[in-house]
């Protein structure tokens, strides 16, 4: 088992960056791929990044490719989500999940969630 504590979250003008904080606790850290996802209201959940055991391979939404840029310190057990560029559309829950072995696009194959942290883009 893992959990997973998210943060960084908040309230940012269009243009601006936030950066996420993924820290996770319990088993060993580096045995998961970690995903990001979001949620805006009355959307569905939506993939926004993974990155690999090590760190060495990512994937990214269109949508955020070349603004956000996900990393891993396995030393800290944390993932980060530097997001640029924020744009109003941008705003939503966001959530870490963990897997052990590969990463996926798919939110369903995440066994591990935080409990999300709010980010709002103003325009």
């Known amino acids: 088992q893992v959990q997973l504590v998210e943060s960084g979250g908040g309230l940012v003008q269009a243009g601006g960056s936030l950066r996420l904080s993924c820290t996770a606790s319990?088993?060993?850290?580096?045995?998961?791929?970690i995903g990001w996802f979001r949620q805006a209201p009355g959307k569905e959940r939506e993939f926004v990044a993974a990155i690999s055991l090590s760190g060495g391979n990512t994937y990214y939404a269109d949508s955020v490719k070349g603004r956000f840029t996900i990393s891993r310190d396995n030393a800290k057990n944390t993932v980060y989500l530097q997001m640029n560029s924020l744009k109003p559309e941008d705003t939503a829950v966001y959530y870490c999940a963990a897997r052990v072995g590969t990463t996926s696009r798919n939110g369903n194959d995440y066994v591990h969630w935080g409990q999300g942290t709010q980010v709002t883009v103003s325009s």
């Open positions: 319990g088993r060993t850290f580096s045995n998961y791929a």
